[in-house]
């Protein structure tokens, strides 16, 4: 257990040291950074097809897509009045579009990465014992690269901490999505503490099903890879009709 937390936060911490003022080299290492999620997702699929049973597995995947994305979303929402109650927003009478049909394409172009190393893996008959080994390295790679972009995003850890009020926000959510886990891994009778991974992805697809992937199979990546998916584009078409509600 604490040699993966190491194996996540190791490079993660190495690459938030690193400051880069150069626009060009950041440019290119947020290319790089897409790139390897585009690799890693495809030798997702391709673990998937590995699988024996692979219809069965596959039913098992949308089940927990499924039940999880209910369980979190009726506790996150359950806690909304609360925040609306005790911790009012001021709104900004101006808006600014979002992209959303970009980032809806960029969705779908994640989901036909997944699909793509799935089919390859199933048409051809290779040996497929060297994907674990490449995913874990592609992702130490990944997350020393995710490090630098946190460094050079133009927020300071000062900055974060000091918004009590997002503080307050997130640690909500971080809860009832955890309350949200632990309901799904009763319903779906798998122990609690998978549960609890499977909530604490917070809408990160490109990581959470990678590393969920590398910690308890194909099956849990590909339901977390789902499950965070969902939740993203489910609030892609939610948030504007609520802001102009």
């Given at each position: 257990?604490?040699?993966?937390?190491?194996?996540?936060?190791?490079?993660?911490?190495?690459?938030?040291?690193?400051?880069?003022?150069?626009?060009?080299?950041?440019?290119?290492?947020?290319?790089?950074?897409?790139?390897?999620?585009?690799?890693?997702?495809?030798?997702?699929?391709?673990?998937?097809?590995?699988?024996?049973?692979?219809?069965?597995?596959?039913?098992?995947?949308?089940?927990?897509?499924?039940?999880?994305?209910?369980?979190?979303?009726?506790?996150?929402?359950?806690?909304?009045?609360?925040?609306?109650?005790?911790?009012?927003?001021?709104?900004?009478?101006?808006?600014?579009?979002?992209?959303?049909?970009?980032?809806?394409?960029?969705?779908?172009?994640?989901?036909?990465?997944?699909?793509?190393?799935?089919?390859?893996?199933?048409?051809?008959?290779?040996?497929?014992?060297?994907?674990?080994?490449?995913?874990?390295?592609?992702?130490?790679?990944?997350?020393?690269?995710?490090?630098?972009?946190?460094?050079?995003?133009?927020?300071?850890?000062?900055?974060?901490?000091?918004?009590?009020?997002?503080?307050?926000?997130?640690?909500?959510?971080?809860?009832?999505?955890?309350?949200?886990?632990?309901?799904?891994?009763?319903?779906?009778?798998?122990?609690?503490?998978?549960?609890?991974?499977?909530?604490?992805?917070?809408?990160?697809?490109?990581?959470?099903?990678?590393?969920?992937?590398?910690?308890?199979?194909?099956?849990?990546?590909?339901?977390?890879?789902?499950?965070?998916l969902l939740r993203e584009l489910v609030a892609l078409v939610l948030?504007?009709?609520?802001?102009?509600?």
């Amino acid at each position: 257990m604490f040699s993966g937390m190491l194996f996540i936060f190791a490079p993660l911490v190495v690459g938030y040291f690193i400051a880069i003022s150069n626009q060009g080299l950041l440019e290119k290492i947020n290319a790089t950074t897409t790139n390897l999620i585009y690799v890693i997702l495809a030798l997702m699929g391709l673990s998937l097809a590995a699988l024996d049973n692979l219809g069965e597995n596959l039913q098992t995947i949308l089940s927990y897509t499924a039940t999880f994305f209910v369980c979190l979303g009726v506790c996150n929402m359950a806690v909304l009045p609360i925040v609306d109650r005790f911790l009012p927003l001021e709104v900004d009478a101006k808006h600014t579009n979002l992209p959303l049909s970009s980032m809806a394409m960029e969705s779908l172009k994640l989901i036909l990465v997944v699909g793509g190393g799935l089919v390859i893996g199933l048409m051809l008959s290779i040996d497929l014992s060297w994907v674990d080994t490449a995913s874990e390295w592609i992702l130490f790679i990944l997350l020393f690269f995710i490090g630098i972009q946190l460094r050079n995003s133009g927020l300071t850890l000062k900055q974060i901490l000091i918004n009590k009020q997002g503080m307050c926000i997130a640690s909500l959510i971080i809860v009832s999505s955890l309350i949200g886990g632990a309901i799904a891994a009763i319903i779906l009778d798998i122990d609690i503490y998978r549960g609890f991974a499977m909530a604490s992805g917070f809408g990160w697809y490109s990581l959470a099903g990678i590393l969920m992937g590398d910690a308890f199979g194909p099956v849990y990546g590909g339901a977390s890879f789902m499950l965070e998916l969902l939740r993203e584009l489910v609030a892609l078409v939610l948030i504007p009709l609520i802001i102009r509600t």
